[in-house]
C-alpha cells in the first residue's frame, strides 16, 4: 500500500526557509512513471502546485514561485523535499505531497492545480509563518 507522510517544522519566521520532506512507503520514488509533486492550500484559497520532482530526477515547478522553490530527493531514504525560501505570511498554508500522474494518459489532461491528477496524498502538514 502506497503512503506519504509529511514532516517539517509547523512554524517558519517570514524570511527564513521552509523545509519539508516527504517519506513514501509501498513504491520507489524513482519508479517509472510516477512523479512527485508538493501541493498547498491557503486560507480561503484553492489549490496550489509547487513543484515537481520525477522518477528519474528532474524538477519542475510553478513559474510563480520558481525563483524561491528548489525540490531535492534522497532515493536511499525514499524521500523528497521541498526547499521554500524568503517565506512571508503569505506561505502560511497547508502542505501535502503526493503521487503524480502526469506521464500517464488517463490523467496528464488535468491541471496540476486539479486534484484528480493525483491518486495518493500526504495527511497534510500545517505550516505558519509568522514572527
Known amino acids: 500500500q502506497v503512503q506519504l507522510q509529511e514532516s517539517g517544522p509547523g512554524q517558519v519566521k517570514p524570511s527564513q526557509t521552509l523545509s519539508l520532506t516527504c517519506t513514501v512507503s509501498?513504491?520507489?520514488?524513482?519508479?517509472?512513471?510516477?512523479?512527485w509533486s508538493w501541493i498547498r492550500q491557503s486560507p480561503g484559497k484553492g489549490l496550489e502546485w509547487m513543484g515537481v520532482m520525477t522518477f528519474d530526477g528532474s524538477s519542475y515547478y510553478n513559474p510563480t514561485l520558481k525563483s524561491r522553490t528548489s525540490i531535492s530527493r534522497d532515493t536511499a531514504k525514499n524521500q523528497f523535499s521541498l526547499h521554500l525560501n524568503s517565506v512571508t505570511p503569505e506561505d502560511t498554508a497547508v502542505y501535502y505531497c503526493?503521487?503524480?500522474?502526469?506521464?500517464?494518459?488517463?490523467?496528464?489532461?488535468?491541471?496540476?492545480?486539479?486534484?484528480?491528477?493525483?491518486?495518493?496524498w500526504g495527511q497534510g502538514t500545517q505550516v505558519t509563518v509568522s514572527s
Open positions: 503526493t503521487r503524480d500522474l502526469r506521464f500517464y494518459s488517463s490523467h496528464s489532461a488535468y491541471a496540476p492545480e486539479d486534484p484528480r491528477r493525483y491518486d495518493y
Open positions: 509501498g513504491v520507489s520514488i524513482t519508479t517509472g512513471y510516477y512523479a
